[in-house]
């Protein structure tokens, strides 16, 4: 019923920039918390950053100062903005997104696809 598809991934030198996006899709009212998520090889999936619906956002401590998350509810897609990019950052990045559905009005969690982002030189 709601997907959501993630773009901006990539090969990056060290201290290079990224942009994100997750474009959701379907049978959405009103998305309330999005998220970003990653998860290296051999690593469980970590939060990087979230932002609510009214804007509040939230940053792991091993990116802040570095990306920022923002949305555009308009359009429906979220943004992770990730600049002084270390090999550490290396990881599948999720989107994830709380979604109020308009069949129900019920609210369910959703993750994208992943993409990869690979910082190396």
């Known amino acids: 019923q709601v997907q959501l598809v993630e773009s901006g991934g990539g090969l990056v030198q060290p201290g290079g920039s990224l942009r994100l996006s997750c474009a959701a899709s379907?049978?959405?009212?009103?998305?309330?918390?999005m998220g970003w998520y990653r998860q290296a090889p051999g690593k469980e999936r970590e939060l990087v950053a979230s932002v609510s619906s009214r804007g509040i956002t939230n940053y792991a401590d091993f990116v802040k100062g570095r990306f920022t998350i923002s949305r555009d509810n308009a359009k429906k897609t979220g943004y992770l903005q990730m600049n002084g990019l270390k090999p550490e950052d290396t990881a599948v990045y999720y989107c994830n997104a709380d979604v109020t559905l308009f069949s129900s009005f019920a609210s369910y969690n959703y993750w994208g696809q992943g993409t990869q982002v690979t910082v190396s030189s």
């Open positions: 379907g049978n959405i009212f009103s998305i309330n918390v």
